[in-house]
């Protein structure tokens, strides 16, 4: 066996031992349990080690089927003569998607040159494995806590399990903890449908003993007043926080062995409750108005004389402890008031020994406007009181209030316009007549039509405009007209003024560009063989082309003859080519 | 050119003559100046309101309604030392609307006229975009009334409540002469709306509709 094939075996050997070639790196990793039901969960467990300082992070694996969340990481550290160790064990949930036989593939890790790989495993997810024991409500899953004394529990309790519509209920959930609670804690209040919740205050803290063990414990208080009656159910209660979890080293031995705290993430439910609540006795009193608790009335007028004009108020205040947010107001009356008015209603709510109270106050204003007596009615307040389990009452005495006349002997006038502003005159004259609805009246709706009307209109010219002016038939019919209004009539004018061998050379000019147009075709500058081999391969016939070649010719000779002999002939050639362009332009016409 | 133009616009703007049942601005106007000496700010915002909607330009229909406006924010602890008086520059409904169509098809017949005159195409087509506009901006307001009728608190006192149905709070508490618009219906609560916001159901009788303000007299009221 040569040195080399021993250092690949050797190599082969620490891979699957774990262990990098050099020894430094380690890498190790076991599942467990190693055969799971569908939907349950098993631990993934990495230890890693390196003799000295660098210790290479573990990554989550991935595996095809199964969802892996990191758990947490507990780090150790030893120095033993001199030499420095470190080492992780890394944990991770593993849940399965699906049956059968998982491979988890081997974990890799490196440090420079330094690599080192765990083990090939498997998860085997089948419905014959046998099942874990659900969690209890409130508890950890089994191998989290010891059993008999869980290390962080929830609960939920009510003060009474029966009651009557609308007393209070008074809902608390606790959070029992042994271990370090980190942070803050979120909690989502339970579904509470039938009741109408009030908080009774911010979390409590405090410390108790359950079975022997001291537990820190969180309580959130909370009002439940129930608003249907029969059998109601408050769901459960969540609360979600982060507990200090202590980890114990993988190597006991080591001299700086000292456990390591993980944080972890804790959800727990409490169970539901159910409340009964029963109706209201039947054949409540008159002005029952939904209170239910223990109040008192109280009345108070602000005096008992006014002026005329002037207003009175009374009070009306109800106290106590119970559904103190939706009670209704008593009513307040009067006789003799010419107007009356509503001042102000509040409510002061207090949370006193868990307990909801407060007082609802109604003022209401009176005016009399001629002197005598206002007369304010007792006001009566109906309660259920669900201890004495019935319905109790309480009255005010009627108050009479004396009513002067005012300081200028009449009706209260109105105060001044603010800034100063004198209020206008009435008017004496009928004022314009018109809607007072915003709608569109019918002829701008008739506007609104013709112009729609009119932008299709607008919309269709333009459309054929632009069709127009794409065609080329309509573009050198176009350029015809200058050569006809234009040019000729200046050729004209100046064979009238005596100017003949101009006029036929521009006659000539503007008969070769209209040809040209006609034709589409450029004939300008051309000799003649080429004009006519030209026009004839646009399609012009024999005869017009020896037509036009005459007109040419004979505007050509007027143009070099003699000034005495060319001045009739110059007009008669102006005019043959006035009607060779205009023949040109109905043709381009058509 | 101008001056056809603008006799067809003073045309168009005339209000078309009236049935005989529509409202008499001068007629709310007045009572609504009476509520307002009385101090019944209430039915003197709604009526004034009513006034200013038919005739936005009179003069002692804006400055009453400023008065009102001024006195229901003096009474809420506003801290207002000066009436401020809506302006001048406005147009009743119809007026607006006629002008949006006015425009409209003035830009429109601008459109056609562009066919053979390429200049009128910008001018022709931003008249008629800002008629077109405007008729846009006529109608949202035009729904939003149908909707959300504006309506004035004529109760001393209004309490805008929750629902039955829903949590019990404290009431909202709206005063004599409040601009809101209103909601849903239901029995004889209607939902209450402020800016845009449904703030609570109140009592139907407590608030008057400025459209239907010519429907209430002196005498009528609410306690």
């Known amino acids: 066996m040569t040195g080399k094939r021993i250092a690949l075996l050797g190599l082969l050997l620490s891979a699957l031992a774990g262990t990098s070639p050099s020894g430094k790196l380690s890498i190790e990793a076991r599942v467990a349990p190693d055969r799971v039901a569908p939907g349950e969960t098993a631990t993934l467990t990495v230890e890693v080690g390196y ?276 009670i209704r107001d008593p009513e307040i009356h009067a006789r003799g008031a010419s107007r009356e008015y509503v001042v102000g209603t509040s409510t002061r709510l207090e949370r006193t020994n868990d307990v909801l109270s407060g007082e609802r106050e109604r003022d209401m204003a009176f005016v009399a406007d001629q002197p005598g007596t206002l007369e304010i009615l007792p006001v009566r307040f109906v309660w259920f009181d669900p201890e004495a389990r019935s319905y109790r009452w309480q009255s005010s005495e009627e108050v009479m209030v004396r009513v002067t006349p005012d300081s200028t002997g009449g009706a209260a006038t109105a105060p001044l316009a603010a800034g100063g502003a004198a209020i206008a005159a009435s008017r004496s004259t009928p004022g314009p007549m018109g809607t007072l609805t915003l709608d569109p009246p019918g002829s701008s709706v008739a506007l609104f039509g013709s112009s729609a009307l009119l932008l299709g209109a607008g919309l269709l010219a333009g459309r054929a405009r632009r069709r127009r002016d794409r065609d080329p038939r309509w573009a050198r019919q176009r350029a015809l007209e200058p050569l006809l209004t234009r040019d000729l009539e200046a050729a004209e004018s100046l064979a009238g003024t005596g100017e003949p061998a101009k006029a036929a050379a521009l006659a000539e000019e503007a008969l070769l560009k209209g040809a040209g147009l006609r034709y589409d075709v450029e004939i300008g500058g051309v000799a003649r063989p080429e004009r006519e081999r030209a026009l004839k391969a646009r399609g012009a016939g024999e005869a017009e082309i020896a037509e036009l070649e005459s007109l040419f010719a004979a505007l050509h000779a007027i143009a070099y003859a003699p000034p005495e002999t060319r001045r009739a002939d110059a007009k008669e050639a102006i005019a043959a080519g006035r009607r060779t362009l205009e023949r040109y332009r109905k043709e381009l016409l058509t | ?176 002469g409040e601009e809101v618009r209103l909601g849903a219906t239901r029995g004889d609560l209607v939902q209450i709306r402020v800016g845009g916001n449904t703030i609570g159901w109140a009592r139907r009788s407590g608030l008057w509709r400025v459209d239907e303000a010519p429907r209430y007299t002196a005498s009528s009221g609410s306690k």
């Open chain 1, 51 to 326: 003799r000295g300082l660098n210790l290479p992070e573990v990554g989550a694996p991935a595996i095809a089927g199964v969802q892996v969340e990191r758990g947490g990481t507990a780090q150790n550290l030893s120095i033993l003569n001199g030499s420095v160790t470190r080492t992780s064990t890394t944990v991770f949930r593993l849940t399965p998607r699906g049956e059968g036989v998982i491979p988890i593939p081997p974990l890799v890790i490196a440090v420079g040159n330094d690599r080192a790989q765990s083990s090939p495993l498997t998860l085997t997810v089948s419905n014959t494995a046998p099942r874990a024991k659900p969690p209890v409500p409130g508890t950890l899953p089994p191998g989290a806590t010891p059993s008999g004394r869980p290390e962080i529990f929830v609960k939920a309790v009510a003060d009474r399990s029966r009651a009557y519509w609308n007393q209070q209920v008074t809902y608390r959930l606790r959070l029992y903890s042994r271990v370090d609670v980190l942070g803050d804690v979120d909690w989502k209040p339970p579904s509470a449908n039938g009741f109408w919740t009030e908080s009774l205050g911010p979390p409590r803290q405090g410390r108790v003993r359950v079975n022997g063990v001291e537990y820190a414990v969180m309580e959130w208080p909370s009002a439940l007043f129930p608003t249907r009656t029969g059998a109601l159910t408050v769901g459960p209660a969540r609360i979600r926080c982060r507990v200090a979890r202590v980890i114990q080293p993988p190597d006991p031995w080591s001299m700086l062995a000292v456990p390591d705290i993980v944080p972890q993430d804790v959800q727990l439910d409490t169970e539901p409750l159910t409340i009964t609540v029963d109706p209201l006795p039947a054949n409540a009193p008159p002005g029952f108005g939904g209170a239910v608790g223990n109040f008192h009335l109280a009345f108070h007028v602000d005096g008992l004389s006014a002026r005329a004009g002037e207003p009175v108020t009374a009070r009306a205040t109800i106290a106590g402890a119970g559904n103190v947010p939706s």
């Open chain 2, 1 to 176: 050119m101008s001056r056809i133009a603008a006799l067809f616009l003073l045309a168009l703007l005339a209000t078309p003559a009236a049935a005989k049942t529509a409202p008499d601005a001068a007629a709310l106007y007045n009572r609504g100046s009476d509520a307002l000496r009385r101090g019944d700010l209430g039915p003197a915002v709604a009526q004034l309101l009513a006034a200013h909607r038919i005739d936005p330009r009179a003069r002692d229909i804006r400055t009453n309604l400023a008065i009102a406006r001024s006195r229901v924010e003096e009474r809420e602890g506003g801290d207002q030392t000066s009436t401020r008086i809506p302006s001048a520059l406005a147009l009743s409904a119809p007026e607006s609307w006629n002008v949006a169509g006015a425009l409209a098809a003035m830009g429109a017949l601008l459109l056609v006229l562009a066919a053979s005159r390429r200049g009128l195409l910008i001018l022709g087509g931003s008249v008629f975009a800002v008629g077109a506009l405007f008729g846009i901006g006529l109608l949202l307001r035009a729904r939003e009334e149908v909707l959300h009728p504006s309506a004035v608190v004529v109760a001393p006192m209004l309490e805008v409540l929750p629902a039955p149905e829903e949590r019990p709070v404290s009431p909202y508490l709206l005063g004599a």
